[in-house]
């Protein structure tokens, strides 16, 4: 039986946090000020939009920008590209809950912003109240992120290629899993979840990934990710076989779990309390493979911020699963990862690039074994 969870600090931080709330409306400038400085350890300044924001940048530097992307005289994508082109600074992107506003944050996150929280076209103030908590999170988060100067994007549009032909075929010719993939994220995950997706072939056993978004953001992300990877990824959906060839990314403000039915593997959302303030769960879902799966899975922790996925991945590992963390270097935020390490629960601690590798490795020897 493991031992309880230590509750820890979420940062280890000491300095005060300075935050530069860029927002065109004054209500939401009031009531993010409002909400974010009920942690004692953020410092808020808030600017109307980018112009006045550069301005305030060049008299205080922020630690992180807590960015609208839609707003006047410069919209929050230019102004997110200019950042990582001259002086990189951590952005939490705070995007409308639309399918406009989640295509944009996708795009955000691919240029470098760190994370992107939800807000509603009406009812701000209510939402700000109920949401306080978990946008605190998000600063702190970003805080921690390590981010890297970008090159401006080239003019020319770039498109994703049509699936080709034979990747057509492979992809209607699916069958139930006998091998599981577990995968959480946070923090720096959507272009994690890019570089690794991108990296396995179309007969990968089946992928269930957990990633710290918002309930609109999830069913574009799968979406773009369906774009760039051989596997098929999609929104997990209650009941939804595990297949090969197939990533399942779990809904926003849903946990997912695996289990086994009728001798082929399943999952099943619900909407059960958060679990380490969050929800989906990595935890949830690593705990429910552990027991669903066991020797027959390979769990991977990713970037992020806190131990969610930590006790999950560790009951992985003592039921014969193989476990591998992202190591320091390549994570954005060495949160979860160095989490899941302390708890014991890890086998390889590997740089991201080496990862898909492993978990083809580490299927077939399973496979063999």
């Given at each position: 039986m493991s031992?309880?969870k ?7 931080r ?9 927002d065109?409306?004054?209500v ?9 400085t009920?942690?004692?350890k953020?410092r808020v300044?808030?600017a109307?939009?980018?112009i006045?924001?550069m ?8 630690d ?6 839609t ?8 102004f997110?590209r200019?950042?990582m082109a001259?002086?990189p ?5 705070c995007?409308?809950?639309?399918v406009?506003?989640?295509?944009t ?7 470098g912003?760190?994370e ?17 908590d978990?946008?605190?999170q998000?600063?702190?988060s ?5 981010v890297?100067?970008?090159m ?16 057509v075929?492979?992809?209607?010719k ?5 091998k ?10 959507t ?17 269930l990934?957990?990633?710290h978004m ?10 773009h ?6 596997v ?5 959906r209650d ?9 399942l990314i779990?809904?926003?403000?849903r946990?997912m779990?695996l ?6 593997y399943?999952v099943?959302?619900n ?9 989906p769960s990595?935890?949830?879902l ?9 020797e027959?899975?390979?769990g991977v ?7 969610d996925g930590?006790?999950?991945?560790w009951e992985m590992?003592?039921s ?9 270097e390549?994570?954005v935020?060495?949160?979860m ?5 302390a708890?014991?629960?890890v086998?390889?601690?590997l740089?991201?690039?080496q990862?898909?590798a ?12």
């Amino acid at each position: 039986m493991s031992p309880p969870k230590k509750s820890g600090k979420n940062s280890s931080r000491s300095a005060p946090i300075r935050v530069l709330v860029v927002d065109d409306s004054a209500v939401v400038r009031q009531m993010m000020t409002s909400t974010l400085t009920r942690d004692p350890k953020l410092r808020v300044t808030v600017a109307a939009d980018p112009i006045i924001a550069m301005e305030k940048m060049k008299r205080a530097r922020p630690d992180v920008i807590l960015l609208d992307l839609t707003m006047p005289r410069m919209d929050g994508l230019t102004f997110l590209r200019k950042i990582m082109a001259e002086d990189p600074i951590p952005v939490v992107v705070c995007s409308a809950l639309t399918v406009e506003g989640s295509d944009t944050a996708l795009q955000a996150l691919s240029e470098g912003a760190v994370e992107v929280v939800g807000k509603p076209r009406v009812g701000v103030a209510d939402f700000l109240r109920e949401s306080a908590d978990d946008f605190i999170q998000s600063i702190h988060s970003a805080a921690e992120a390590k981010v890297r100067r970008r090159m401006p994007l080239p003019k020319e549009e770039v498109t994703s290629p049509p699936l080709s032909p034979l990747l057509v075929a492979a992809r209607t010719k699916r069958i139930a899993s006998e091998k599981v993939i577990a995968v959480g994220a946070s923090t720096g995950g959507t272009e994690a979840l890019r570089l690794l997706l991108n990296a396995l072939p179309a007969d990968t056993p089946g992928i269930l990934i957990v990633q710290h978004m918002p309930e609109s953001f999830t069913g574009p992300l799968a979406r773009h990710l369906d774009t760039i990877s051989a596997v098929e990824v999609r929104e997990a959906r209650d009941g939804d076989t595990v297949m090969q060839g197939t990533a399942l990314i779990a809904p926003g403000d849903r946990h997912m779990l695996l289990k086994k039915t009728a001798g082929k593997y399943c999952v099943v959302l619900n909407q059960e309390e958060r679990v380490c303030r969050h929800r989906p769960s990595v935890d949830v879902l690593f705990s429910s493979v552990a027991e669903a799966a066991g020797e027959n899975a390979v769990g991977v922790i990713l970037t992020g911020m806190g131990e969610d996925g930590a006790e999950g991945l560790w009951e992985m590992n003592a039921s014969g699963a193989a476990t591998i963390a992202q190591n320091a270097e390549t994570s954005v935020v060495f949160g979860m990862p160095k989490q899941a390490i302390a708890r014991g629960g890890v086998e390889e601690i590997l740089p991201l690039q080496q990862i898909p590798a492993a978990i083809l490795a580490a299927v077939d020897k399973k496979s063999r074994d």
